[in-house]
Structures are given as structure tokens and as C-alpha cells.
């Protein structure tokens, strides 16, 4: 406690001393005064959260003993504004501290490994990510996760947007080290990404580079990395969104490129959306060209978001969510995949409420369950869990 009593006061004493420094203008007013900010500014943010978690069996004879667990995630944002700003952001100053131990109290061996692989360990503040933004250009370096795309820490080659069944060009996040990018060139934005080192052929082969636009009413996006490659093209056509996109994607097993092709069609019917798409793709495992299809309609009722889909690998998908109260919400995500997160034959389930406090800023208390891999609502097995955010 004394060590978190002596950090806050440091944190406290150092916003106070930026805040005062990015005071630009003092404007006196009736009995007080307030100010205008045009100077560097230094933003403390994070969360934290205590939880009760019984894991899931992954493997036969697992242990599955409950465990208490928390976990601390500071983050730090200092700008610079202007027509040449930059941004440093130090984040993921969790689970102890980037060179500290994790403070999570588990209750066996394999389960404190993998909670403190999730620390960011030995960084420090080189760790941190750097934007610049200029008139022309903007730039971002970061290990591992350089701020680019939508999501940051995007492949610039994200910028393609392929259709489902298709292999996707790049990752989604967290891989490139430093992203370039022309967010105006005449219209399109214009990207490159990499990482920090060419030392290996892995590393130079994940340099990639992005683009998208509109032109005479077509949405056009593309991406290359490697010796992949992939273009699509989308417009409104009778009240429809239609997609078509072509790849050329490398196989290894192979030893060559596989022509990849898919069309979507999306489709608003009254509070409906109807969505199918058709593609010729290449197996993920077999890397063989095949046949996919796939189907969903999306809509919503009595304030609940309500999806549902079934495609060609017969991957049924079921997804409500919304509010119960106006401090309950409610979530139930359903795929009949096997996740592999279980021993047994599991279908992929994220269940669980949550519960906003009132008369807090951010405090919350949800209860669920969870075998999704991507843990795209809550964290895996079965858990309480108080959060707070600052």
C-alpha cells in the first residue's frame, strides 16, 4: 500500500507541474479565472480490476481450481501540437510494471507463466510509441506496435479489404514496428509499414504496403506484402452495397500463388440488413482452391443488436446484445466452431451482464463465461470481476 501511496503522489505531482507548463492564455473571469491549452500536454489514463476466474480445461485433467486475480494497465500520452506535432504514448504499463513482476496471485505453475507473459517486460520507456504528424505525412514508430490503421499497430496492407472465406494479406494488429503513411495524396491514402529490423527473411518479408480511395463513386482499397497481393472494389448499385475483391496469395506447400475471387452483396430490407458473399478461395490447410459461401442478416430489436449467419464450413452464428436496464447490459455470442480453448467438443460461447455502477465514472461488476479465443467480450473461463477505469 505504501508503494502505491508514494507512486500516486509522484504521478499527481508531475501531472500538476505539465498541466501548469501547458497553461497558454490565463483568462480572468467573475471570482475565478480559467485557461486556454496550447502547449505540450501530458494525459495519464489506465484501468484496473480484481476478479474471481475459474479457468477453462484446455487440456484433459487441467487444473481448474478458482483463482483471484488483478491486473493494472497505466497509460501515458504526451503531445506537442501544431501543424508539426508528435505523440508519445507509453502504454501497456500493466500487470506489475514493464520490468516489475505480475501481481496477479494464482494458484499454479502453468497459470503464472502465462499471466506473466502477458507483461511487457524490460522495455521501459524505449518501448514507447512515437507519432509524428505533419502537413504531408505522418509517421509512427513503436516495438511492435507502431500506430497505423484503424486499430493501431495495423500492416499497412490492412488497407485492403478482402470478403470472408479469403485469405487476409498481413495481420490485423500489433505486428508492424513503424508505419508511413500520405493520408491525402490527391484523394487516397497511401501507406507502408515494417519492422524495426531486417536482420531476417521474416522480417523483410513483412514489410507491406496499402492503399485505398474513391474514384467516380468506387471504393477502392488494396494491399501487398510479400508476394501477396489483393485489390477490391466496391459501389452502391438499387439500394445495395456490392463488394468484388481478387488476390493472388503465396503457398507454401505449393510453392506458388493461388488465385483468390469473391463478390458481396449487402443489402438493407426494411430494419434488415441482408448480407451474402460467394468466393473461390484456397483451404487453409490443404492450401487447395474451393468453393465458399456465406450468409447473415443483422437488425435490431426492442434495443438489442441482433445478428445471425451460416456459411459453407457450417460455422452457424448467433449474437444478441444491448441493455437490460440503464445500468445492465446483457451479451450472448454464439459460433458452433470448436474453439480449442476447451478439452471437450465445445461450441464458442460469450456469455455474461454487466453491470455499470452509478455514481461512478467508469466503475463496473460483470459476471460471464467465455471460451473465445479472441475473448472479444470477456476474458476465458467462468468470473466475476470489479473494474474501475481512471
Known sequence: MKKALLTTTALVALSGAVFADSIDTVVPSSGSTHHTHAKQTVTWSGNAHIRYNIPLAATAGANTDGRVLSDVDVDVTMSSP???????????????????????????????????????????????????????????????????????????????????????????????????????????????????????????QATSIGLKGTVGGLSITAGAMYKNTGLSVSTSLM???????????????????????????????????????????????THNTRNSWGASIATTVGGFAVSAGTDSDEDNQFKISGPISPTVDFVFDYDSTNPATTSADDATIEAGVTYKVPGTSGTTISASYSNDPDEDNFDNGTQVKMAFTF
Open 82 to 204: 501544431g501543424s508539426y506535432s508528435a505523440t508519445v504514448e507509453l502504454y501497456g504499463i500493466e500487470n506489475g510494471g514493464r520490468a516489475g513482476t505480475n501481481i496477479a496471485t494464482v494458484q499454479d505453475a502453468a497459470t503464472a507463466a502465462d499471466e506473466t507473459a502477458t507483461a511487457i517486460g524490460g522495455e521501459g520507456v524505449a518501448g514507447a510509441t512515437v507519432t509524428v504528424t505533419t502537413p504531408i505525412f505522418n509517421v509512427s514508430v513503436g516495438t511492435n506496435d507502431a500506430r497505423g490503421g484503424a486499430g493501431g499497430g495495423a500492416d499497412a496492407s490492412d488497407l485492403y479489404a478482402d470478403i470472408d472465406h479469403m485469405t487476409n494479406i498481413g495481420a490485423d494488429e500489433d505486428t508492424s514496428d513503424w508505419y508511413i503513411s500520405l493520408p491525402n495524396f490527391g484523394g487516397w491514402t497511401i501507406a507502408a509499414s515494417g519492422e524495426r529490423t531486417m536482420t531476417s527473411t521474416a522480417d523483410k
Open 239 to 285: 439500394g445495395a452495397t456490392v463488394k468484388v475483391a481478387a488476390s493472388s496469395i503465396y503457398s507454401s506447400i505449393k510453392a506458388k500463388n493461388i488465385q483468390e475471387s469473391g463478390v458481396q452483396v449487402d443489402m438493407p430490407l426494411g430494419g434488415i440488413t441482408l448480407s451474402a458473399n460467394s468466393t473461390t478461395n484456397m483451404h487453409p490447410t
